[in-house]
Structure formats: structure tokens, C-alpha cells
């Protein structure tokens, strides 16, 4: 039988999952449920059903999986709390700080109907979770070091967005490569925010906008680009379209550690990611996410869980006898 999932929400995340879903065959699209016109929706899949959001209730025994596909700012915090009266579900929330609050929000409505959650499901969080627990554990005399990019960050994007004046945005995060390599190199350096990152701004601005002003706000705005060294170029739509259209991103995890009685060897442990589609690959670790949360809930188990709760072998759709033989 296959798993049946929902997408709730339309947008870059919801048609990566679409297209992930399409890539497992022990999954099918059940339904996409969406807060627009449903008429306007497009999906990929051939008479894929579409809903408006607020029939979701309604389709409960027809999904086994709901993926809530909004983002972390105000949807997610409200979502998943909301439809896991219903649906085991899983999200994507992002907002590291208020996790644990998520969290707990999401535990107690799951528990109190008796249905599953999985949140902050991606790749960070998500998978470079994983590997900063992994390494962490492993190497317990060290450094943890994670660095972004080069990749668009779609929130700083829309940060710039929000400024007056300003027509379109892309902003780029990027790594310093001089502390990256120190930390490879095992020196577990101390490295302040503006040290380890750098942030690329491509703006398109108004006719008539007071560049000056754009500028000064984005390198003053607090909790986005203040704590950095920013760099702004005005550029005109058509080159924003022609060089900027994709979401590429990417990152790496390192752990600098020491063992021996002495501490007298050094070790890096170091796990990387390129991705030529953010939204794309967060979908596909979602996707296998949402085969371990259908498993663990045909096992009776309720309430929230993150990725750091779930063992391995509950993503893949080999059996266990295989997973041995081959991956060993």
C-alpha cells in the first residue's frame, strides 16, 4: 500500500515535494491543499486533486502524511499545531531559537488526540543536525562549526524586499574562506559572526529611489546584516532574471577535535552539501521523513519528534535485512 500525502501549500517547497513524492514509489499524492484560488493552482501531477486549505479536515482518512509547506515566520507556528488534530504531520520550521517552543506546541496537540509529528525537517535543521550530534558525541574534546553558502537565503531576500524603494532582491550568503580553512586545518579557531560570513546583496530598485538610503538600511538592519561585512549592487531586473533566477545553497558541518590520553591527535570531521535547489532538496528530506513518520505511527506512537529522534533506518524504503547487507 502506498503512503498518501498531503501537501499543504503551494509554493517552491510544495512542488519540490510534489516532484519527491513522484520519485518514491511507495508514495502517492493524495491531495494538494491550498489557501488560494484552487483554480489557479497548477500542479505537475495529471488530475492531482486540489483543495482549498479549509476543507483539509474533510480529507483526514485520505492521508496518511500532511506536509505542511508554509513558511516559519507565521504559518508554521499556527499550522502544525492546528492540523496535527488531525493528520500526523511534519514541517520545515526554521527558526532555530523557537524550536523548543514549537516544539512543545506541536507535543501537546498531537498528544491530545493521539496522532505524530516531525518539525524542523530539512537540512539545516535537518541533516546538519545530525551531523553536529554525530561528531559532537564522537569527538566530545572540540569545536562545532557550521558555515552557509555559497546560497541565496530566501529570508534575508525578502528582508531586502520589505525595504521602500525596493522592487526585487536576492542576497547571498557566503563563507570566509580563510576561516573555513583554518578551521579544516584543525586550529579550532574563535570566530566572531562577521568572521565566518559575508553577505551579497543584488538589489532592483524603484525609479527614482534614494539608493543611498536603500544601502544604509540593509547594512543597518539588525539580526539580518548588521553583525556583517555587506556588500550592495543596484542592478536592473533583466539582469536579476538572467543571473540570479535559481535558489542554489549549500553549507558545511565541521567538528575540530583532540583524543589520547594527552589530547596529542587531531581530528576534523567535516559533512558538506551543495545544492543547485534549496527548496528542492529540503523537500526530499522531508519526503523520506514523512516514510518514518507514517512507520512510527502505524506503531501507535504519538506526539513530536524532531530528526534527532529517528532512527535511520525508519527513512529508507529498503527492509531492514537489505539495509545491512548493503549499507554496512
Known sequence: MSIRIGIMGYGN??????????????????????????????PLTPGANVLPAEKAEAMKDAVDVLILCGGSATDLPAQTPHFAQWFTVIDSFDTHARIPEH????????????????????????????NRAYAAAVLPQGESYTF???GVSQGHSDAIRRIEGVLD???????????????????QPTLTTRQKHTRECFVVAAPGADL???????????????????TVHFITAQQLAAGHAGLPHGGT?????????????????????????NPEFT?????????AAYRLRQAGETGCRTVLDIAPALLSPLPADELRRELL
Open 169 to 187: 532582491a536576492r542576497q547571498y550568503t557566503i563563507p570566509v574562506e580563510s576561516a573555513l580553512a583554518a578551521v579544516r586545518a584543525g586550529s
Open 283 to 291: 523537500s526530499s528530506v522531508i519526503v523520506a521523513y514523512a516514510r
Open 148 to 150: 552557509w553558502g555559497k
Open 253 to 277: 558541518v565541521l567538528r575540530s577535535g583532540r583524543t589520547g590520553w594527552e589530547n596529542e591527535h587531531s581530528h576534523v570531521v567535516e559533512y558538506s552539501l551543495k545544492l543547485d535547489s
Open 103 to 130: 516544539f512543545a506546541a506541536v507535543d501537546a496537540a498531537a498528544r491530545a488526540v493521539g496522532t505524530l509529528g516531525i518539525i524542523s525537517v530539512g537540512w539545516d535543521p535537518g541533516l546538519f543536525s545530525l
Open 212 to 230: 543611498a538610503r536603500i544601502e544604509r538600511e540593509i547594512k543597518q538592519m539588525p539580526n539580518y546584516f548588521a553583525d556583517y561585512d555587506t
Open 13 to 42: 517547497l510544495g512542488r519540490g515535494v510534489e516532484c519527491a513524492v513522484r520519485q518514491n514509489p511507495d508514495m502517492e499524492l493524495a491531495a494538494i491543499f491550498t489557501r488560494r484560488d484552487p483554480a489557479g493552482v497548477h
